[in-house]
């Protein structure tokens, strides 16, 4: 159980161009995803959380109009990368929280990552 | 914002020897403190994680300990073994008060020498 998805695993585009992401949770409902970003031989940057139904909640210096993030469903969130640019190259990783009865359940489960890659 | 600090950046150990990694975290609500292995170009996998409540929690060769007064807590892998390598990463979180967000260490790449 707890399996995320992303779609795709590998993009390469061309600068310009926007690139669409989707995260599933494949077994379970997620109130809450969350979108990193890691560079070659760094540490996992937190971008946004994307809840259910209602606007994400964007980190400092993570541009919202250029990272737009969708949570239409309990299952599914998207993050499209506007007018990519070489400097947005990188692998981006979601993770879905999990809808649970109570309080003190903070486990997040991750998806498997996009390697993006933009000429 | 919550800080976490992660130590040593690079750990080579000869195989059967013991690993450990240190972090410690800045706020002291944080109450969730996970563990994550991370392969090259792969998904992180939580190896182990400890609650607030809780100073010490064990896994067979994996054992974490938490120091909420000195607000650091440690990874220790015993007995390592050459598919020990890859890079560690700890967590914390102060749950739902701040949506659950983790913060991630710089991470540990781990060697473990035949």
């Known amino acids: 159980g707890a399996v995320v998805s992303q779609h795709p695993s590998w993009v390469i585009c061309k600068s310009g161009t926007s690139v669409k992401i989707e995260c599933r949770s494949l077994d379970f409902q997620a109130t809450t995803m969350f979108w990193y970003r890691q560079f070659p031989k760094q540490s996992l940057m937190l971008m946004a959380t994307?809840?259910?139904?209602?606007?994400?909640?964007?980190e400092q210096g993570v541009e919202k109009d250029k990272f737009l993030i969708n949570h239409a469903s309990l299952t599914l969130s998207t993050l499209t990368v506007t007018s990519a640019h070489p400097e947005d190259s990188s692998f981006y990783i979601c993770?879905?929280?999990?809808?649970?009865?109570?309080?003190?359940?903070?486990?997040?489960?991750f998806g498997p990552g996009t390697r993006l890659t933009v000429l | 914002g919550e800080n976490v600090e992660q130590h040593p950046s690079t750990l080579s150990v000869q195989e059967g020897d013991s690993a450990v990694i240190k972090c410690t975290y800045s706020?002291?609500?944080?109450?969730?403190f996970p563990w994550y292995k991370q392969e090259l170009g792969k998904r992180p996998q939580l190896i182990i994680d400890?609650?607030?409540?809780?100073g010490e929690k064990k896994d067979q060769r994996i054992a974490v300990t938490l120091n909420k007064t000195a607000k650091h807590f440690s990874l220790h892998i015993t007995e390592t073994q050459p598919e020990d390598s890859a890079v560690y990463f700890c967590a914390a979180s102060t749950g739902k008060a701040a949506g659950n967000k983790l913060t991630f260490g710089g991470g540990t790449r781990v060697l473990v020498k035949p």
């Open positions: 993770s879905a929280h999990p809808f649970r009865q109570g309080s003190g359940y903070n486990e997040q489960f």
């Open positions: 400890i609650r607030s409540n809780v």
């Open positions: 706020d002291s609500a944080s109450n969730y």
């Open positions: 994307s809840n259910e139904g209602s606007k994400a909640t964007y």
